[in-house]
């Protein structure tokens, strides 16, 4: 047999002997495609289930990837809080050496956030990144228990996803801790936290979690009326309720430890905030907006308003606490929804940042009633535009505040109408069904 190439050439060795074994055994070799041909099935099929399997969680790790980079952009700006605040604690606590910055008094911010400062001072990276980077973890952490909160109520993965998406690109999230260098998403994520555990019935981690949460800032006191009525109504076992002050008092420990007075450690940081600020509002677009700027620094204006607002809260824990249905896990976020709104509207003395946690709440909202997606985007885009009005803007953009606090008043009713309809619907319900276990006169008197 001669053996040549399709150009004349002789074959080599090997060649030759590929085409003996081919005339010899023909199906040798269409068995030996055939199993390469199963095992590049197998193989996709295999990559196929893994795909399906983590597919949610590769785009959650996209997703914290683009959102991350585009902190990173703004990492390099200084906002007036950090030239004027952030920077001079820093480095005021980095002076004080070792640990002795657990005791420091500086600032009004409480001893747990100044842990985390004393610690930033160690790492050998500028003041400015330290305390973006520590705002942005807790934007992720945030981002993932909004997930899961969203998951709980919808059984949806790809819905929970849009929740933490979401949340990691809503413009109060990311403005505030790539931006501003601000810290209310580590407060809210410690809120967020105990929300998600109220919900799962763990009554102990979720008050822990509230205590860390308003260890860090005095917001956080927006949540309590949730707490309250979740205890009167058993939804939280009434034993679980101390480890608020238990976990509170814990985080003041290492501060007392240090040598910081006790008085201080527990309540030295929201003393001073209280009459820190005389102006009724800052920039939030609020029930404040409605008075010229000669009533704006009216203290009998404040306490009365103060008083008042106490009284509007308690009224409407009142009516979530006497409701006579059911409290499904659904009219519980309706609830943390109304108080973290409606409180920053009506309290006097609120920046424009202290409807963050109100924001978080909307964004899960919306996840669970799309279809009334509007009330959220009522409620979030004022808060988000006197943000960065302050960071970008200041004094440069006419706003109209006045038409801000409208818009967010129209997304309040809105959400007041929700709540109505939501427990007038569990009403009828329940009406109808009394209704139809009643006999009526014609099966009665024909029974009779």
């Given at each position: 047999m001669v053996f040549k190439k399709d150009k004349g050439e002789k074959l080599t060795r090997e060649e030759k002997t590929e085409e003996i074994?081919?005339?010899?055994?023909?199906?040798?070799?269409?068995?030996?495609?055939?199993?390469?041909?199963?095992?590049?099935?197998?193989?996709?099929?295999?990559t196929c289930e893994l795909w399906k399997k983590y597919e949610l969680a590769v785009f959650a790790v996209v997703l914290l990837v683009f959102a991350m980079l585009a902190r990173g952009s703004y990492f390099d700006f200084k906002s007036g809080d950090y030239n004027s605040f952030l920077v001079k604690w820093f480095d005021e606590i980095k002076a004080?050496?070792?640990?002795?910055?657990?005791?420091?008094?500086?600032?009004?911010y409480t001893p747990i956030y100044k842990y985390i400062i004393t610690i930033l001072t160690y790492i050998p990276v500028d003041s400015l990144y330290s305390y973006k980077a520590v705002s942005c973890i807790f934007d992720a952490v945030l981002a993932f228990y909004v997930g899961l909160t969203v998951r709980h109520f919808t059984k949806s993965d790809v819905t929970a996803l849009i929740g933490y998406g979401v949340t990691l690109f809503l413009p109060n999230v990311f403005l505030n801790s790539g931006v501003w260098a601000q810290c209310d998403s580590i407060f809210t994520c410690f809120t967020i936290m105990s929300f998600y555990y109220m919900l799962r019935g763990k009554d102990i981690t979720s008050m822990v979690m509230y205590g860390i949460s308003i260890s860090f800032k005095i917001q956080a006191i927006f949540y309590a009326p949730v707490i309250v009525i979740a205890v009167l109504r058993g939804k939280i076992k009434l034993t679980a309720f101390?480890?608020?002050?238990?976990?509170?008092?814990?985080?003041?420990?290492?501060?007392?430890?240090?040598?910081?007075?006790?008085?201080?450690?527990?309540?030295?940081?929201?003393?001073?905030?209280?009459?820190?600020?005389?102006?009724?509002?800052?920039?939030?677009?609020?029930?404040y907006q409605f008075l010229s700027d000669k009533y704006m620094t009216n203290e009998k204006i404040s306490q009365m308003m103060v008083f008042a607002s106490l009284g509007i809260a308690a009224v409407i824990a009142i009516g979530f606490y006497k409701y006579k249905g059911e409290t499904?896990?659904?009219?519980?976020?309706?609830?943390?929804?109304?108080?973290?709104?409606?409180?920053?509207?009506?309290?006097?003395?609120?920046?424009?940042?202290?409807?963050?946690?109100?924001?978080?709440?909307?964004?899960?909202?919306?996840?669970?009633?799309?279809?009334?997606?509007?009330?959220?985007?009522?409620?979030?885009?004022?808060?988000?535009?006197?943000?960065?009005?302050?960071?970008?803007?200041?004094?440069?953009?006419?706003?109209?505040?006045?038409?801000?606090?409208?818009?967010m008043l129209i997304g309040i009713v809105a959400l007041f109408q929700v709540v109505y309809s939501e427990f007038l619907a569990d009403k009828k319900d329940k009406t109808e069904c009394q209704n139809k276990n009643l006999p009526n006169e014609e099966e009665k008197s024909a029974t009779d």
């Open positions: 074994v081919g005339d010899k055994d023909p199906k040798g070799a269409v068995v030996a495609k055939r199993n390469a041909k199963e095992t590049a099935a197998i193989v996709w099929d295999k004080l050496g070792g640990f002795k910055g657990f005791a420091s008094t500086i600032g009004d101390p480890f608020i002050f238990v976990s509170y008092i814990l985080c003041a420990v290492p501060a007392v430890i240090a040598g910081m007075n006790p008085i201080d450690a527990l309540l030295g940081a929201y003393l001073k905030q209280v009459g820190e600020y005389s102006r009724l509002t800052l920039n939030a677009p609020n029930l499904d896990d659904k009219k519980w976020l309706l609830t943390a929804y109304v108080f973290a709104i409606t409180i920053p509207y009506i309290l006097p003395h609120m920046h424009e940042r202290y409807y963050y946690m109100a924001d978080i709440f909307a964004v899960i909202f919306a996840c669970v009633y799309a279809k009334k997606a509007y009330v959220a985007v009522l409620t979030i885009y004022p808060s988000m535009r006197v943000v960065m009005r302050y960071l970008f803007d200041l004094g440069n953009t006419k706003i109209d505040f006045r038409a801000l606090a409208i818009i």
